[in-house]
């Protein structure tokens, strides 16, 4: 949903206020009402990709579809395939290609030990339509999700295929999960009290944030 980012602005604001008195406001240096608001706008994007990026997935909204042209291993509609994301991908929401028994949103990286094993040729070792596997990997044409894997033939397509992108502000308005408006609100005031030295209470406010998730 889009909000407006001068109202999210004053809602970080009156975080601050309730939480820091006049004296830890100015403390650790010269800091004028214009400065602060700079800052404050400065971490609200910061805020929303830290919260957004690890929050529950039943707190993240549906998401948008990404594009499903599909790269086969082998032959259409058997073995792995991979489809090129967006430029503004940073989070899986869901994906689910037409044979498997469920989606999957929790993606593997080159990293994960369970990623070599995707390249075996035994199938029950790498994913399959009962047990599928997705991984998002870094390929010289940008980031990549690759699946594992399909059974099914021709008739194969991609059911599901949704995702969270970058935030950012774009005439005075940001898109962000609605669920997880006020864990970005307290995340960007903890920002704020960070970047002015107030370390005690950054921890305080981010504790609430986190608390928000849960």
Known sequence: MLYS?????KDIRVVLDQNMTSEQLFETGDIDTL???EIIESKIVDAARLVETNAPLYLIDGGKHFDSSIDWDS??????GRI????DFMRLVSFMMSDWDYPVSAALTE???EYAMQRSRYPGIKGNP?????AITTQPAGQVLEFYSCT???SVYVRRAQYLPMPEIKDDMIDLCVKLRRSIVYRAASLVATAI???????ALLNTCNELMS
């Open 5 to 9: 980012v001068s109202e999210l602005k």
């Open 35 to 37: 400065s602060l608001e």
């Open 130 to 134: 009962q047990r599928p596997v997705v």
């Open 84 to 87: 090129l994301l967006p430029e």
């Open 197 to 203: 030295g107030q370390t005690d209470l950054a921890a």
């Open 75 to 80: 032959a259409h509609g058997y073995g792995g």
């Open 152 to 154: 099914a033939g021709e």
């Open 111 to 113: 990293d994960d030990p």
